[in-house]
């Protein structure tokens, strides 16, 4: 296993950021770490790279402690932070050879490996790092994390913040880097990412609601998942739906509201119950739930 962590709390103040957190993933595996912000993401990957201890419960990378080993598990990581933590006032060649410097490297020794990637931001090599892009700082941060052959790879928010070009380009490159035989572990906000990965743990307040494959991402037995929409402010509605018997949940999902329903209820049973409402404009479908609905159902039973 490259890691696992096994029953992880942790604690600021009053505030619990990580409750007895447990999960593992393969050698050569690209996990997600799927949730919102606030969920303790950073937190755990934090622990995991050595740079907070936890409070209770063990993390292991490639069977070393993370409490007891951090020189020796830092010499096989390459760590990703969610905030920009390059140097801005150096160059974009001068980052890169300041990071193979500091893991006894040199750029030309790992020139090829890091390829698929440098080559994007090599053209503007003399750029200060603090006037790029926010893809090409992307870029540049995942190249210096590369740069050593590491093992495993923590990435931390890759994507937020920029473009769907640039999200699309970035999961590509972790498709290549995957292929290298690299373990990958990556946390996202973005729902759509989850489909992504070999497997997910979906996070939120400080624990873990469920770790599967995308695939296997469903709702629990005997509930279904509808869209409403309807002409005027949709949410307007969302109230009134939540109080129908057959209603297990509903929530706000752009212009329309998807509903989670139990039991026998189907898109004509609701239709006959919501004609009498007079809604203008209304549309009902019965929808395969996204994760987005998966993720807001597991939330809503893990609070009951």
């Known amino acids: 296993m490259s890691f696992t962590v096994d029953n992880i709390s942790k604690s600021f103040g009053d505030v619990r950021a990580l409750d007895q957190v447990s999960f593992k993933t393969g050698d050569g595996e690209l996990f997600g770490l799927i949730g919102p912000d606030g969920a303790g993401k950073t937190t755990l990957f934090r622990i995991l790279v050595t740079l907070l201890l936890p409070d209770s419960g063990q993390g292991l990378v490639k069977g070393m402690d993370v409490a007891g080993s951090p020189r020796q598990i830092r010499r096989i990581m390459g760590y990703m932070p969610g905030r920009f933590s390059l140097y801005p006032d150096l160059s974009v060649k ?110 939120q307040k400080g624990r873990i609601l469920s770790v599967t494959e995308p695939a296997d991402l469903q709702l629990p037995d005997g509930m279904k998942a509808f869209s409403f929409r309807a002409s005027g402010k949709i949410h307007a509605y969302l109230h009134r739906l939540r109080e129908l018997d057959s209603c297990h949940s509903a929530y706000l999902f752009g212009n329309e509201i998807h509903l989670v329903v139990t039991g026998d209820s189907d898109a004509q049973g609701l239709q006959r119950i919501l004609s009498t409402w007079n809604i203008p404009g209304m549309i009902l479908k019965e929808i395969k739930p996204g994760v987005e609905d998966i993720f807001m159902e597991l939330m809503k039973s893990k609070e009951a």
């Open 94 to 203: 001068e980052n890169l050879e300041f990071y193979a410097t500091v893991f006894g490297t040199t750029v030309s020794e790992q020139y090829e490996f890091v390829k698929p990637i440098y080559s994007h931001i090599e053209p503007f090599e003399d750029r200060l790092a603090g006037r790029l892009s926010g893809g090409m700082k992307q870029k540049l941060a995942l190249s210096c994390a590369l740069i050593h052959r590491p093992e495993v790879l923590v990435l931390d928010e890759p994507t937020t913040g920029v473009d769907a070009l640039s999200r699309s380009e970035f999961w590509e490159m972790l498709r290549g880097i995957k292929a290298q035989g690299i373990t990958i572990l990556v946390s996202t906000p973005y729902m759509d990412e989850a489909t992504l990965c070999d497997r997910v743990a979906l996070i």
